[in-house]
């Protein structure tokens, strides 16, 4: 065990362990929010990402040209972030090309990154922050509008951070003992099942509502 002192601060080192403890020996809080407090969302798109509780939710389903648009937003931290999945645009061939040919990133601060475990780009300009992969010729994105931006910026990493691809055949929706916006359970026996991805989202439609 290793004992230093920081700026009043002592750090507690073992082997297995790290805590940071304040003077009087307390515990130094985690901003980082429990694994308990997130709600799971899989979405039918063919993704799974995990949120702080108390957020709001929209499948805007009204969108019939994307494969995905699922926003969170919370009544009291203005700003938000929305998942989406889309066609590839054109000339885009892969995340560099992407970055390339987006007009709203000119002038961004663009870093390499990951996201499900595949190469992305993150890109920041203003108060937006967007993560893209691509995978099966399809973009993958996550995107924030940090208008509170110490709250929105927990909540993209928690987002982008807990970002799954999810296989065909996975249940989709709020997934038990993780409730949607409102906080209520959803009963796996009606949730739906992801289909065969599909060339167009009219026919993801078709295949979903029979």
Known sequence: MVIAAIGGIYVVTTKSSQEILSPGGNEVPSSAPKTEDLFTWNDEAGFRI????????????????????????????????????????????????????????AGGTVIDSTLGGEPAKKVSVGEMLTIGTISENLLFSVEATLTDKEYWSDVFDTVSGSFAFISEGAPVGPQQGAGAGSGGDVDEDTSEVIPKRVESKSCVHKIIDG
């Open 50 to 105: 995990q949120y702080p509780k108390g957020l709001s939710t929209d499948k805007n389903e009204q969108d019939n040209e994307n494969y995905a648009h699922f926003a969170l937003t919370h009544k009291d931290h203005p700003g938000s972030i929305i998942v989406w999945v889309k066609d590839l645009p054109k000339g885009v061939k892969d995340v560099a090309s992407w970055v390339k040919l987006e007009k709203s990133f």
